[in-house]
């Protein structure tokens, strides 16, 4: 049967705006698909954000009304979540960045599909809300990731649009977007983590989702500066001495941090076995030491650590001892195998170390070497220099310190390859059960 001539020439407007040969409807499918996907996303991480904060806030009341509840609470939460994990959604443990990069690499395999499956995103997201919940210091940016690579899989499969690494990439690179609020950063991490073979065909379809979430996390969160503003700059002599400084303690405390979740995730050693054959025991004593130290810092350590980062970056001094404090918070919190992500409080960390930096540099502005600091730290921690310096410029409208950011970025990566030479996201992600596939070049 013949199509009415309005439908003929309808379908070949269709045609010419998304510049498809006459007769392809798979280009158009795709890019449907993809920009649907992007925004649903958005708005299912935005809803995950406001999630994490009541999570958050109904955790100080807890602390408000019980202070010392936390040494129940915290380790009972742990060892729960642990073994719901283990027991029913073992493919939501950790970060969730991981999972996506194993599913991209056969995006078709029926284990790929398993690690960003609407149930997988589910339970990520009670999960890690029960973490935060419980005090953990837990970032959602990395579950946010495998939530939105989740979404936009299920939007093409709803749509029988064919899978390809691309979606993942786009999924996971937009949710990056949606979680900061920042649009350039999720291209930059779709094309130094995420994709280990960035292919030029992909480009439209990552950026695409990327741009598309983050209108919609402009467009109902507002234009809001993540970790608050810091405008100032630093003058030449202070970016050749305080960079390096940056770099170098950054990245090694960073790589050590990468170093010691690697080791723990690889068990070779005797000890590591022993210490995680009983894994909700293990996750209990983590919690347990995350209660402790948020007590004796006073509930620094607990949750993102958003409120510390925003205060150092302002320029509100905090105790030279934070950043130790919250890189075992954070350690901790990562060791136990809770979901949970390591953006925000990497970036935290970074923070503490740019305030130890500080006294060093009595005479610049105290924002500018936290600014250092948190490159420092979150570069040698997932080694992605360029999405590090984009998130925290986008983060904190600092544009005026890219260069220093940059410099300081380079000599962490260094830095952190000399204490830990793999990659920390590379490595967990080998323990989800997909092969590379034949002939893929190795990343690290």
Not at 13 to 35: C, H, L, N, Q, S
Not at 300 to 319: C, F, I, N, R, S
Request: proline share 6%.
């Amino acid at each position: 049967m013949t199509p009415p001539l309005f439908l003929t020439r309808l379908g070949d407007r269709i045609t010419r705006t998304f510049a498809v040969e006459p007769g392809t409807v798979d280009t158009v499918r795709r890019r449907v698909a993809t920009g649907i996907g992007a925004v649903v996303l958005g708005l299912v991480a935005l809803a995950f954000a406001k999630g994490g904060d009541l999570a958050r806030a109904g955790f100080v009341q807890i602390v408000h009304a019980a202070p010392y509840a936390p040494l129940l609470l915290t380790p009972a939460m742990f060892a729960g979540v642990v073994w719901l994990t283990r027991r029913y959604v073992p493919e939501a443990r950790g970060s969730g960045i991981p999972q996506v990069m194993a599913a991209a690499r056969v995006p078709d395999a029926p284990e790929s599909q398993k690690l960003v499956s609407v149930r997988a995103a589910a339970a990520k997201i009670g999960l890690t809300l029960g973490i935060l919940l419980a005090g953990g210091s837990a970032g959602r940016e990395g579950p946010t990731v495998q939530l939105s690579a989740a979404v936009m899989v299920a939007v093409h499969r709803v749509l029988r649009v064919p899978l390809s690494a691309g979606v993942y990439i786009a999924g996971g690179a937009a949710g990056v977007a949606a979680a900061f609020n920042t649009p350039l950063a999720g291209v930059a991490f779709a094309i130094e983590e995420l994709a280990a073979a960035y292919e030029q065909r992909v480009a439209i379809l990552v950026m695409g989702a990327v741009m598309i979430a983050g209108m919609v996390s402009l467009g109902v969160a507002g234009d809001y500066v993540y970790f608050g503003e810091m405008h100032k700059t630093l003058a030449l002599r202070a970016v050749l001495l305080a960079a390096p400084a940056a770099g170098i303690v950054g990245g090694i405390a960073g790589g050590l941090f990468s170093r010691l979740v690697l080791g723990f995730a690889t068990g070779h050693k005797r000890w590591q076995r022993r210490l995680t054959s009983r894994p909700v025991v293990f996750a209990a004593l983590c919690g347990l030491a995350v209660a402790v130290l948020g007590i004796v810092s006073g509930g620094l350590t607990w949750g993102t650590g958003y409120d510390a980062t925003k205060m150092l970056v302002e320029g509100h001094g905090q105790p030279l001892w934070f950043g130790v404090a919250k890189f075992g918070a954070s350690l901790a919190t990562t060791l136990s195998g809770a979901p949970g992500g390591v953006f925000a409080p990497s970036l935290a960390v970074g923070a503490g170390v740019g305030n130890l930096l500080t006294p060093l540099f009595p005479d610049d502005p105290a924002g500018a070497i936290v600014l250092l600091g948190m490159t420092g730290y979150f570069v040698g921690v997932v080694r992605a220099p360029l999405t590090a310096v984009i998130i925290i410029t986008e983060t904190t409208a600092s544009r005026g310190m890219i260069l220093p950011l940059f410099f300081t970025a380079l000599i962490a990566e260094v830095a952190s390859t000399i204490v830990c030479r793999e990659r920390l996201y590379h490595g967990l992600s080998r323990a989800f059960g997909v092969p590379a596939p034949a002939g893929a070049a190795h990343s690290g």
